[in-house]
């Protein structure tokens, strides 16, 4: 026990120090060691006996729908404008068709995945599905029953037959394979798998657990049991996820639901292109009969209008038309040089030439007036040398009058041509120009016509290609989602994970003491150690602790005892002596009370413990008692006359005290006072000055006056007698008494109502003895503890 002078070095810190935190859970280490054995071994246990389950994969990527699937059948008509929009994938909603219940429906149909197969084994029973030895067909459901909850036995007996049993229903079938069963919910038969059956039927009593379940059941399992989910944002690579117990389970759901899904985007794209192929089957049907309508429309149009080529016979039209303009200005040209000639031949101007060469294509026209221009010439000539009387003059003017009649009548009959021939060139200058007005309206309505009918023609061979590229699209059937991995499944179980549940379990076995460690100290509102005092009342010396006493221990000390109890006594005894030489009393008789805040906190044992620790080394010792209220003193100390005691002495003053003292029977320097009768005055009583009379005459006779009192705290018995006491011993008691209380004897000392205040901590619990517990031990006096109570100990 350290020296109480130098308590104060070790009241530096009035909190607890991580240390200090650390240390209480050190101390209950064997809570933390059977808790993570405890928990390890149900996480063994679970493991074993737990079904693991395998997550299998697979990945595929959703094609562009540019070419495949009804975008692409209806892409036939953007390029017309009639849609759009058509040709682009939605991966959400790709992934809501994976998802969907009617995919799942046909998956669970294909699989018969509403069946189930088990095989009990030794230690779990497990399913089975690819190495079933026969499988169950449902022939007809009866809708008005429902499957069974419960698992139906099959016991495989022969090759060729099996037994049959319905607990439920109490049926027992001795069937064989392939016949049909009839039960209330439905018949059924059962299919062998030979080579599987070959391997098991030399088990004896070899019987598969089969178990019926409603299909929509299965569905919406397994609807919320696969996860499809994107690679990459905004990738078309999808993956779909799926947890069974059975990786070969798993992976054939997988592959069946892209088949699935594969396959019904093959039936959609099919539809569409029959419907496509139906409908352009139907316009062609249309649009050739338009054509050909079209087309007679053409022929009658010609024939009506005598057309072969408009624009040639049009070009035709307009060349013979400036052809007849050619002609008409040249006949209009040689009617006026012919009315010309004709007015210049009426004149009698014989010495006058007549023009020649005019272009006028009247035969031998041309030679008379070169005839008459050569007669007009030689008479010209001769009248320069002779009159016009002059006989070969005459003769000549003679032949020039007749060669000109000659001349104006052929001049007469060509105009008379001329003026013929012109009133022809101005009819089929007519007949031409009608043609040629004619021909806008006829081009007009031919091209409406030559319009009309490659619209037709474009629509039709446009038809006729979209046939074909349907016919194409039906005869190949390319699927929707290719398959980037096929479904694999991992080696070791996601689901229970070994190494997170043993974590789990390891972390659990260590949080489990943690928290009760700690909500205990948490919830604990008692004084527990003597770290606890000196942060609640640091300016009090704690001067003494004392054990926690075993069962079956004795309670009081003995002579030469060297329990531990003894050893702390004497511990208190020796800080004592320390005390009162600081005092100086160490000559003088010494007057000790012994109290505590509220009753059951140990003072009364402590005062016999302490009286008898005294006496031991020879002192003179008396021990009084004065908790007159609730006297506990002749509990302890037994084969003596406890009646009489301090009451009697302070109401009777006759009483004499040596007729009170008695002495110990196995002590000799050990002397008692008891309480006496219980007053029905006590304070009032111990106001008495025979109380004073009391404590000195005690003082003259003893080395040590050792007082019982009274709990301060419930009656105000000890405050009134604290007066005649040197040290005041206040009791606490470990995990008993309350924190809160110890403000009481803090405010006592405070308000100078108890004189010289010491704690002792009373029934401390081992583990929290001292400042260093129970790390360091000794020898002898060790405390004896069964095993439970030496592991759960605080």
Not at 581 to 606: H, P, R, Y
Request: glycine content about 4%; aromatic content about 8%.
């Amino acid at each position: 026990m350290d020296n109480p002078q130098n308590n104060s070095t070790l009241q530096t810190n009035n909190e607890p120090t991580l240390r200090d935190q650390i240390e209480i859970y050190l101390r209950h280490w064997p809570w933390f060691a059977i808790a993570v054995l405890l928990t390890l071994s149900i996480a063994y246990i679970y493991l074993r006996y737990t079904t693991p389950f395998f997550q299998s994969t697979t990945s595929i990527i959703i094609k562009d729908s540019q070419g495949r699937g009804a975008a692409s059948e209806l892409a036939a008509f953007e390029s017309i404008g009639l849609i759009s929009g058509m040709n682009s994938n939605s991966i959400e909603n790709e992934i809501e068709i994976l998802r969907s219940r009617r995919l799942l429906r046909n998956v669970v149909n294909e699989l018969n995945l509403n069946i189930r197969y088990f095989r009990e084994g030794k230690i779990r029973t497990s399913e089975l599905f690819l190495n079933k030895p026969f499988e169950v067909k449902i022939l007809d459901k009866n809708n008005e029953e429902s499957f069974p909850n419960y698992q139906l036995q099959i016991k495989i007996i022969s090759s060729e037959t099996f037994q049959f049993i319905d607990e439920g229903n109490n049926i027992t079938i001795n069937g064989g394979f392939g016949d049909k069963i009839e039960l209330p919910y439905g018949d059924i038969t059962v299919i062998p798998n030979p080579i599987v059956l070959e391997s098991v039927i030399k088990e004896a009593n070899y019987t598969i657990q089969v178990l019926l379940s409603d299909p929509e059941r299965v569905v919406s399992y397994y609807r919320g049991a696969i996860q499809v989910v994107p690679v990459v944002k905004n990738s078309s690579v999808i993956q779909l996820t799926l947890n069974d117990p059975l990786k070969d389970k798993a992976e054939s759901i997988l592959n069946e639901l892209i088949n699935q899904y594969n396959k019904d985007a093959i039936e959609d794209r099919n539809t569409v292109a029959t419907n496509t192929a139906k409908f352009i089957e139907d316009r062609l049907e249309i649009i050739t009969k338009e054509l050909d309508s079209v087309e007679t429309d053409k022929v009658i149009f010609k024939q009506e209008n005598k057309l072969t080529d408009i624009e040639s016979e049009a070009q035709l039209f307009l060349e013979s038309a400036s052809e007849l303009n050619k002609r008409q200005l040249d006949l209009n040209t040689q009617m006026s040089l012919v009315e010309n000639i004709i007015n210049y031949l009426t004149e009698d101007d014989l010495t006058a030439l007549l023009p020649s060469n005019l272009g006028i294509s009247q035969d031998g026209l041309q030679g008379l007036i070169q005839n008459y221009n050569q007669l007009v010439l030689e008479r010209n000539k001769l009248l320069r040398n002779a009159t016009e009387q002059n006989p070969v003059v005459i003769n000549l003017a003679n032949q020039i009058n007749q060669l000109k009649g000659n001349v104006l009548r052929s001049l007469n009959n060509v105009k008379s041509s001329l003026d013929t021939s012109l009133r022809d060139l101005r009819r089929q200058e007519g007949v031409f120009g009608s043609k040629i007005t004619q021909v806008p309206d006829n081009e007009k309505e031919f091209r409406n016509i030559i319009r009309q009918q490659n619209i037709k023609e474009t629509l039709y061979l446009f038809l006729l290609q979209k046939r074909e590229e349907t016919a194409l699209s039906l005869a190949v059937t390319a699927p929707k989602a290719k398959i980037v991995d096929l479904a694999n499944s991992s080696n070791s179980p996601v689901s229970p994970k070994p190494n997170i549940i043993l974590l789990a379990a390891l972390l659990l076995g260590l949080l489990i003491p943690f928290l009760i460690i700690y909500l205990n100290q948490l919830l604990n509102n008692k004084v527990s150690n003597r770290k606890d005092l000196e942060r609640l009342a640091p300016n009090i010396t704690l001067i003494g602790e004392v054990p926690t006493l075993p069962k079956r221990e004795e309670y009081l000390i003995q002579k030469n005892d060297t329990s531990m109890l003894a050893e702390s006594f004497r511990i208190l005894r020796t800080n004592l002596q320390y005390i009162f030489a600081n005092k100086q009393l160490t000559d003088k008789s010494k007057t000790i009370f012994v109290t505590s805040t509220v009753k059951g906190e140990g003072k009364t044992i402590t005062s016999v413990n302490l009286a008898l620790t005294l006496s031991n080394v020879g002192k003179k010792v008396i021990l009084v008692g004065t908790d007159l209220r609730n006297p506990q003193l002749h509990r302890l100390i037994q084969n003596l006359n406890s009646k009489r005691g301090v009451t009697d002495y302070l109401v009777q003053p006759e009483t004499m005290l040596s007729e009170l003292i008695q002495t110990s029977p196995s002590h000799k320097n050990l002397d008692i006072i008891f309480s006496g009768h219980i007053p029905p005055n006590p304070a009032e009583l111990l106001l008495n000055d025979r109380v004073s009379v009391l404590f000195e005459k005690l003082k003259q006779q003893y080395d040590y006056v050792i007082v019982d009192t009274a709990p301060s705290m419930m009656v105000t018995d000890t405050l009134l007698i604290n007066k005649y006491a040197d040290i005041t011993l206040y009791i606490i008691r470990s995990n008993y008494t309350e924190k809160r209380l110890i403000e009481f004897p803090v405010d006592c000392v405070e308000d100078g109502k108890l004189h010289g205040v010491y704690f002792i901590l009373n029934d401390v619990n081992m583990s929290n003895f001292g400042y260093y517990g129970n790390k360091y031990g000794y020898a002898y006096g060790v405390e004896k503890k069964g095993f439970l109570k030496r592991i759960f100990k605080f």
